[in-house]
């Protein structure tokens, strides 16, 4: 069964950056549709960005033209690159299969928290 682990996150001003990574180990992973995910604090998990196993890409409103997301099949990993963060990006960020009925159990996440 496929794993994910996501790692890149921090603590990071407004207007700042950050690339997290999701590192497949395990399964095809380059047959999947990936997606990230994040959850705040007293709120559920929601869509980020996704990213289908040809390079078509789709973004939650919120992070459009702020986020892109890519994957590099050859090392099973796929990236969240985050332009001009606002206090609101703060959250655990996950990654997993795009495709709800084919996800795997949900990794432990990254941190991202932006303030000031």
């Known amino acids: 069964q496929v794993q994910f682990v996501e790692s890149g996150g921090g603590l990071v001003q407004p207007g700042g950056s950050l690339r997290l990574s999701c590192a497949a180990s395990g399964g095809i992973f380059s047959a999947y549709a990936m997606g990230w995910y994040r959850q705040a604090p007293g709120k559920q998990r929601e869509f980020v960005a996704a990213i289908s196993s040809g390079g078509m890409t789709n973004y939650a409103a919120s992070v459009k033209g702020r986020f892109t997301i890519s994957r590099d099949n050859a090392k099973n990993t796929v990236y969240l690159q985050m332009n001009s963060l606002k206090p609101e990006d703060t959250a655990v960020y996950y990654c997993?299969?795009?495709?709800?009925?084919?996800?795997?159990?949900w990794g432990q996440g990254t941190q991202v928290t932006v303030s000031s």
């Open positions: 997993n299969v795009a495709a709800e009925a084919r996800r795997v159990p």
